[in-house]
Structures are given as structure tokens and as C-alpha cells.
């Protein structure tokens, strides 16, 4: 075999590896599926909180136009974000529910929002139907909730908990919060007290 036979049986062989190759990826990719984890973002602790402000309801109503919620009106109080799914599912039923059945021990003098897709007039109806003693905010293209790592891929928000200390900094955060997890509770009661006490 001479040498330029030799030659072009090796560019051969490589045209014909480096044109299967594409092929191979695309079947070990398929082969591994969709991917099973979302990654998400959003402010770590100690880091600045986000300012937004947004359109609120309470058990009593809708609030007044010209006086959204706004997130840097409260600096100096410590304040608890829970974005949540939508009003009237299970889980957000329970999860808001023992907010307001464990309000005084466990919220105190902080303030809390929940934060959701929901209409105001939705809100109205769900904060009344179980006496919320808090204000529920408005996030209907999840533009606040892209800001906390809380924007879900389809209509609805993940379930997600940040507490925000006295200087506007991220205390704590929850990227998972559990519902109807006890010790997710006990978790956040501790958060905030420690954003009470801190300076």
C-alpha cells in the first residue's frame, strides 16, 4: 500500500467518525431524557433585596391605587416575602392558613406579603374566606417573582420564602418551602427572630 493510499484511507475514516459524531450526541442526549432540575435564582443572604412595589388586596378589599406595596417603604422592619403557587389550591390554602393561625408567634411584628399570580379580586376572595390578617400581592407575569428565583416555568410561581432584615438585605430564603412541613414553620420563626435581633 503506498503512501497516498494510506492517506486517503485515513481521511476516510476520519470523515466518516467526525460525521457520525453529531448522530451519536443527539442519541446520548436523547438517551438521558429531559432534564429533571430547574435552575434558579435569585438573592443569597446577605445580599440587597430587590425593590418592587405591586398592586395589593386584603380580606377588606382591594388597596388604594396610589398606595402600591412597596418593598423600600418598609426598610427598618423586618419584612417576609412568600411567593406562592395560586390562591384556592391545597397546598397554598394550607400554607396560608397556618400563616394566619400562627400569626402572632409566628410572623409577630414582622410584616408579611404573599405574593401570587392572582387577581386582585381573587385575592380579596381567598384573604377572605380564611380571615388572612395580611396583604396578598399581585404578580401576574411573575416580574417580582423572576427577581427572587420564585418564577415557575409554566402560570404559576414556586413556592419560595425570603426573609428581609431592618437594612433591606436578604436574612434567610427558602427555595423550597414546604407547605405542610412543620419544620419548615419552625425554620422560619427561627429566621425571623434572628432578623429581629440583628442590628
Known amino acids: 500500500m503506498t503512501a497516498r493510499m494510506l492517506s486517503a484511507l485515513l481521511g476516510t475514516l476520519f470523515l466518516g467518525t467526525a460525521a457520525a459524531s453529531p448522530a451519536a450526541a443527539q442519541d ?22 430587590p425593590d418592587f412595589t405591586a398592586p395589593w388586596a386584603d380580606r377588606n378589599g382591594i388597596g388604594p391605587d396610589d398606595a402600591p ?3 423600600a417603604a418598609l426598610k427598618g422592619q423586618v419584612v417576609v416575602l412568600a411567593f406562592y403557587p395560586q390562591d384556592f389550591t391545597s397546598g397554598c390554602t394550607a400554607e396560608m ?13 414582622a410584616v408579611l406579603v404573599g405574593i401570587s399570580i392572582d387577581s386582585l379580586d ?8 380564611l380571615g388572612l390578617p395580611f396583604r396578598l400581592l399581585s404578580d401576574p407575569h411573575q416580574r417580582i417573582a423572576a427577581k427572587y428565583g420564585a418564577k415557575g416555568s409554566g402560570t404559576q410561581m414556586r413556592r419560595v420564602v425570603y426573609v428581609i432584615g431592618r437594612n433591606g438585605k436578604v436574612s434567610w430564603r427558602e427555595m423550597r418551602f414546604g407547605a405542610t412541613d412543620p419544620t419548615a ?8 427572630a434572628d432578623a429581629r435581633g440583628a442590628q
Open 185 to 192: 414553620y419552625t425554620r422560619l420563626q427561627a429566621a425571623i
Open 122 to 129: 381573587t385575592h380579596v376572595r381567598f384573604a377572605e374566606s
Open 97 to 109: 392558613r397556618t400563616f394566619a393561625d400562627q400569626y402572632e408567634t409566628l410572623i409577630g411584628d
Open 69 to 71: 406595596f412597596s418593598l
Open 28 to 49: 446520548s442526549a436523547a438517551a438521558k431524557g429531559p432534564p429533571t432540575a430547574i435552575a434558579v435564582s435569585g438573592p443569597e443572604p446577605g445580599r440587597t433585596a
